[in-house]
């Protein structure tokens, strides 16, 4: 809802209730059978419930806390580690019941009063919702909660002008004000009371230009109060700064067809979820994640219709690794939807994310087949197949995309770079090297292309000292990545500074000490500095490592003979082969992404 940081402070009971669950509550699984459960001994349920929380199993962990609960009411931690589970499920109804116990164990428990108080709404009991929210917890972003579901039960019980009056009497941090002006604006809109309801959305605009709610409402309203020429340039003003938004476009589409757009929010109910939803998605954002699950699940159960409730809920499972929930609610979202497409994109990188690489890939094809020229599903095609070491397959998506850019701009470098990265790996060198000095031409201050192409010229022995520069402009502007250092420490070495090689090196094991590669290259350079039991004990730690087949050999060869010998065998080798075949010559493999992410690509070696 606004850029400024949130207090995340949810108050001291809900907090310790949250963390008895663990900090990030895990992927969905099926639950065990119930009557296996009931059979179960009530110890026996316990200690499968912690087992399963321990193995990132909450929906087992609900299933048998459930039992728990219902075997023992007054146990209040046993009541509350159930209420957690289910809430964390999207089993409102049963945490809705648990709630009542616990108000009835504590009258003061804040996380209870809250889904009370939510539940109330619903029901359009807004008298009782006003009475469990004030007693729903203390902090910043709990008081901010409270006040502005109370405020909406005020205009559920039909006195907007007390709903407004409500939110404007809370104090509290700077940040506050953009959210009392997005949802007083949505309340006065809401109640047709159409000069005032602009004006605070309007506040709430300039505060937040680059929040789509606060964009939509405002849009909306000067739609039908202020002309289309206004509603159009809002949109036009975000799409500048968040372009290629599928909910813009749709409404720019509507507005230029000669039609309005009615309020974003018209019920108490609609109005309650956009405050879960809006406190939810700014706190997965800010790192949140476990009170944001818990107004996420929350704001759907009140009114799954919001666009936008499923698809940020689906990002946090995705955060938290709970890829098989993320799965099942991308799925879920209506081929109406704008945001369908967006929505089969994720599902499809999460589907990756778990090992089901050919169904990520048939989704991908299939969005991309739908529209050849949408360039995120495109992208997202070619990633999924350079991760899986497709790369010939990969490139030639990556070219797609290419085609269509027109004139490329600084923002396409990160095309480049890949396609660069798969003409590398499929020894394709020249195309590589223009590729990656295309991508520095559009941005020459990507520390991942810096690292890749200096690497790649040092690897082979050629533009030494400008690949050294390049990889050493890298690291100052990626002062903490072990990929990058170890990077600048191989470039030393290549170059024959073995003293800085094992400098550098020695810096990129501390951060990256589980790269075989990294312990490899400062093995090597621990032999050329006359430190030979070091250096065999890297190369022993790089083999337990896992490396590539190719690097194994090389590795377990320097174990058996040392490095001198084994670089003669293997020059002995290359010249034998070369002598019988008479291949052209190849790069030797250069910086390979590790990680295939874009912020983290390794080095080889």
């Not at 400008?466 to 402009?473: Q, V």
Request: with cysteine.
């Amino acid at each position: 809802m606004t850029s400024r940081r949130l207090s995340l402070r949810p108050g001291a009971a809900i907090l310790a209730t949250l963390t008895a669950l663990g900090t990030a509550l895990p992927a969905h699984a099926d639950a065990p059978p119930a009557d296996f459960i009931a059979r179960s001994s009530p110890a026996g349920n316990y200690l499968a419930a912690r087992l399963a929380i321990s193995e990132r199993d909450t929906a087992a962990a609900a299933a048998y806390y459930r039992e728990l609960a219902r075997l023992f009411p007054r146990q209040r931690d046993l009541q509350e580690r159930a209420f957690l589970t289910l809430l964390a499920e999207g089993s409102i109804d049963e945490a809705v019941e648990l709630a009542q116990r616990l108000v009835r164990i504590d009258p003061e428990h804040t996380l209870a009063r809250l889904v009370l108080g939510v539940k109330a709404i619903k029901a359009k009991q807004y008298v009782t919702a006003r009475s469990n929210l004030r007693r729903s917890g203390q902090g910043a972003i709990a008081e901010l909660n409270a006040t502005l579901l109370s405020a909406w039960s005020q205009f559920g019980s039909g006195d907007a002008r007390a709903g407004v009056k409500t939110i404007d009497a809370l104090q509290g941090p700077e940040w506050y004000d953009g959210f009392k002006d997005f949802h007083a604006g949505l309340m006065l809109d809401a109640a047709g009371i159409k000069k005032e309801a602009g004006q605070r959305l309007d506040a709430a605009l300039k505060r937040d230009p680059r929040t789509l709610r606060v964009v939509d409402a405002y849009a909306r309203w000067a739609s039908r109060n202020a002309g289309k020429a206004e509603a159009i340039a809002t949109y036009e003003a975000f799409d500048k700064l968040v372009p290629g938004d599928p909910l813009v476009a749709r409404a720019v589409a509507t507005l230029k067809a000669g039609k309005t757009l009615p309020p974003l929010v018209t019920t108490p109910v609609a109005g309650a979820a956009e405050v879960l939803y809006g406190l939810g998605a700014a706190l997965g954002r800010q790192g949140g994640e476990d009170l944001a699950l818990v107004y996420l699940q929350l704001g759907r159960w009140l009114d799954p219709s919001q666009p936008l409730m499923a698809i940020t809920l689906a990002d946090l499972f995705e955060t938290m690794k709970r890829h098989e929930d993320a799965i099942a609610l991308f799925a879920a979202v209506p081929d109406s939807s704008p945001f369908k497409t967006n929505a089969e994109v994720q599902r499809a990188l999460n589907l990756d994310a778990i090992g089901k690489h050919d169904e990520a890939l048939a989704v991908l094809k299939q969005v991309v087949a739908a529209d050849v020229k949408d360039q995120r599903s495109i992208m997202a095609l070619g990633d999924v197949l350079r991760a899986n070491e497709k790369f010939a397959e990969a490139a030639e998506v990556y070219t797609t995309a290419i085609d269509q850019l027109g004139t490329p701009q600084a923002k396409d470098w990160v095309l480049f770079y890949f396609r660069g990265t798969c003409y590398e790996r499929t020894k394709q060198w020249d195309k590589s090297e223009a590729d990656l000095k295309k991508a520095l031409a559009l941005s020459p201050d990507q520390p991942h292309v810096l690292n890749y192409l200096g690497y790649s010229w040092i690897d082979q022995g050629i533009n030494l000292e400008a690949g050294t520069d390049m990889i050493r402009k890298a690291v100052q502007l990626r002062p903490d990545d072990g990929f990058f250092i170890d990077s600048l420490g191989w470039a030393y070495y290549r170059t024959g500074h073995y003293d800085d090689a094992v400098r550098e090196l020695e810096r990129a094991v501390e951060l990256k000490p589980n790269e075989a590669v990294i312990n490899d290259h400062l093995g090597d350079a621990y032999w050329k500095v006359d430190r030979k039991l070091e250096a065999r004990f890297k190369w022993n730690h790089a083999r337990d490592l896992k490396p590539e087949p190719d690097e194994l050999v090389d590795i377990e060869r320097k174990i058996a003979v040392g490095l001198d010998e084994a670089e003669r065998v293997k020059a002995g080798k290359a010249t034998i082969q070369k002598t019988e075949a008479a291949p052209a010559p190849e790069p030797q493999k250069a910086a390979v992404d590790k990680t295939q992410d874009t912020d983290k690509p390794g080095n080889g070696g």
